[in-house]
Structure formats: C-alpha cells, structure tokens
C-alpha cells in the first residue's frame, strides 16, 4: 500500500497506520519515489483490515518537484502496454492543434480540455487492465483511462508524463491524474475534471502508468476467495 508524502505541493503529518492482526511492516521508499507499506501475515486468517489517517496540508506550490536533469526522466517519454498510441491515440492526436502550443504546459492544457470534453465518463465501460488505445475507441471511461489516454498523447509528443493516485474533495474513492514535465516542474492536470492540481488534491503515488501505483496490492497463498474494498474520506479542515 502507499501512502502520501512531502512535496513542494503538500506536507504529511500525523500519519496513523492501523491494522487488524499483529504483524510485521515495513515503510520504504520504491524506486519512484513513492512511500510504500508493505507487511506479512504467516497465520491463517479470514480477513485483514488496515486503516491510515493523517494530515495533509495542500496548495503549497503549483507543481510537485524542480528538477535540474529534466534528462532522467526521459523513460517517462516511452509508451507502456497500457499507453501505447495506436491508430486511435494516433488520429486523435493528428487533429489536435499543437503547432499554435508554445511549449510543453500548453500542450498538457489542449490535451486535457480537449479529452475531457470528447471522452464520456462512465464507470461500467472499461476494465481495470483496459488500454489507452481500446478506451479511446469507445469513447467512454473512469479517470484510469482518461489519465492513460492522456498520457499516451503527451509520451507521442516527446514530453515526459507520469500516472498520479491521489485524492481529492468530494470523491468516495482514490482518483487518478496526470502530471506533465513543463519548463523544469512536474505541473497535475486532471483530464476527468478538466482542472489543474489545487489544493483539493492529495498526491500518493505516480508511476509509468497504473500498474506501478496501484492503492493497495497483495498475494494470497491458498484456497481463498479475495473481496477488496476500498474507502477514502477527504475533510477539509478550518484553519
């Protein structure tokens, strides 16, 4: 599991980390950055329960990270299994406007105002392995899809984009954005909303795409019958 952590953009406190058996964990950073939970359970059980709350203070910044080697990310320009541009992203990409952009940031807008007003949120049209490519062709998608199209679109155009779990104000779940490198700064832009990274939003993890950032994962050995829930409850506190 992953939890938040500092950025320019945010700072973390109180962090409680709650489960239901007694067990060893761990918390270390992978290789994206990412703070990670990670823990064993060698007896039988029926069910595992964990549970985190904290503070974050947002809005500190508008973007996450300055980085003077804009250079090591330069992976984060190849396409993944689940962004590669087929014919889909490849005619979608033809009739958009890039030649009137000016640099990287107002690519990253055209995409996402331009995505969000062509692309039909809808919770029961994708699976969660669903493709950029195949998403696009229906036309329809949750944020996962929006935020792989769109990062798709933004490899195909040499600018280096990364997959972000978070959450925001007024979602019952985790949602998913992406952020662009522009001039230096890792700027969020939420496709599905069509709103740039605020205060409304608390990063927890990025990756090439979903699979590197998945909420919560795990393995079961033995004859099991796994139901994964998942709740997130984001107040806004006075003062």
């Not at 600018?159 to 992406?178: F, Q, T």
């Not at 205060?199 to 979903?210: A, F, K, P, Q, T």
Request: hydrophobic share 30%.
């Amino acid at each position: 599991m992953f939890l938040p952590k500092d950025t320019q953009r945010q700072k973390i406190s109180g962090v409680e980390i709650r489960t239901s058996n007694y067990e060893k964990y761990c918390v270390t950073d992978d290789n994206f950055g990412n703070r990670k939970f990670y823990g064993l359970i060698e007896e039988s059980h029926s069910r595992f329960d964990v549970a985190v709350s904290g503070e974050a203070q947002t809005g500190l910044d508008i973007c996450e990270e300055y980085t003077v080697n804009p250079y090591k990310y330069a992976f984060l320009k190849v396409q993944t299994k689940l962004t590669e541009a087929g014919e889909n992203i490849k005619k979608y990409r033809s009739e958009l406007d890039f030649e009137s952009c000016l640099g990287a940031y107002e690519k990253a807008l055209l995409v996402m105002n331009t995505l969000h007003n062509s692309f039909v949120y809808d919770s029961a049209a994708t699976q969660i392995h669903e493709t950029a490519e195949n998403a696009l062709a229906l036309g329809r998608g949750v944020c996962q899809d929006y935020t792989h199209i769109m990062l798709s679109l933004l490899r195909e155009e040499g600018i280096p984009a990364r997959y972000v779990v978070g959450m925001m104000i007024g979602e019952g779940a985790s949602h998913a954005w992406v952020e662009a490198l522009c001039n230096g700064c890792w700027y969020g832009f939420d496709p599905t909303n069509n709103k740039l990274v605020n205060d409304e939003y608390i990063r927890v993890s990025c990756g090439r795409d979903s699979s590197d950032c998945s909420v919560i994962r795990g393995k079961f050995y033995g004859y099991v019958t796994q139901r994964q829930t998942e709740t997130v409850t984001v107040e806004e506190k006075e003062g």
